[in-house]
T-cell receptor
Framework: GIQVEQSPPDLILQEGANSTLRCNFS?????LQWFHQNPWGQLINLFY?????KQNGRLSATTVATERYSLLYISSSQTTDSGVYFC??????????WGLGTSLAVNP | EAQVTQNPRYLITVTGKKLTVTCSQN?????MSWYRQDPGLGLRQIYY???????DKGDVPEGYKVSRKEKRNFPLILESPSPNQTSLYFC??????????????FGSGTRLTVV
């Protein structure tokens, strides 16, 4: 089955810093999404991005499907960005395969 | 507002007492699924449904039941809960999009504790 690896596993930033999170996947996919899980456990859908580049405020994402990776950029980080960021992909059977996440702590 | 609604958000129950976690979506999505999230194990699929009256097992179906009598609802049933079913549960839905690509919408989660 498809394997998903995220890096780094943990990240600590000072407020205002920029960061890049990476997601590698082992096979071609029909779906790739980035989620933010907040400290209350809610999964917030950040981007649906099987290919190309998207931006939403301080966040942007790029997926290079032919090279099987995706990047999530966080600029000017804020304490509210803290939490766990997940990459999830799906192949033809539509089942989401999840990475283990990047745990981000943004300090004031 | 397009959303997936799960209830309850929090639930503490005792071993063996049947319970149902409800999930409803208002987007007319065909596909719905349930996941559980456990520390160190990530999110794992329990059951999924491709459409009304069509359900199938995911990776960890033991101890769970589902039904899909209506397109919008996909309840998760624990007939006899056990402590190893203590977890954070998520319901999700999606629809096919042009080119066969699709995105998932998740509910807010149900934190279940079985004592």
């Amino acid at each position: 089955g498809i394997q998903v690896e995220q890096s780094p596993p943990d990240l600590i930033l000072q407020e205002g810093a920029n960061s890049t999170l990476r997601c590698n996947f082992s096979d071609s996919v029909n779906n790739l999404q980035w989620f933010h899980q907040n400290p209350w456990g809610q999964l917030i859908n950040l981007f649906y991005i099987p290919s190309g580049t998207k931006q939403n405020g301080r966040l942007s994402a790029t997926t290079v499907a032919t090279e099987r990776y995706s990047l999530l950029y966080i600029s000017s980080s804020q304490t509210t960005d803290s939490g766990v960021y997940f990459c999830a992909v799906a192949g033809n059977n539509r089942k989401l395969i999840w990475g283990l996440g990047t745990s981000l702590a943004v300090n004031p | 507002e397009a959303q997936v609604t799960q209830n309850p958000r929090y639930l503490i129950t005792v071993t063996g007492k049947k319970l149902t976690v409800t999930c409803s979506q208002n987007m007319n999505h065909e596909y719905m699924s349930w996941y559980r999230q456990d520390p160190g194990l990530g999110l794992r699929q329990i059951y999924y449904s491709m459409n009304v009256e069509v359900t199938d097992k995911g990776d960890v179906p033991e101890g769970y039941k589902v039904s899909r009598k209506e397109k919008r609802n996909f309840p998760l049933i624990l007939e006899s809960p056990s402590p190893n079913q203590t977890s954070l549960y998520f319901c999700a839905s999606s629809s096919g999009q042009a080119g066969g690509l699709y995105g998932y919408t998740f509910g807010s989660g149900t934190r279940l504790t079985v004592v």
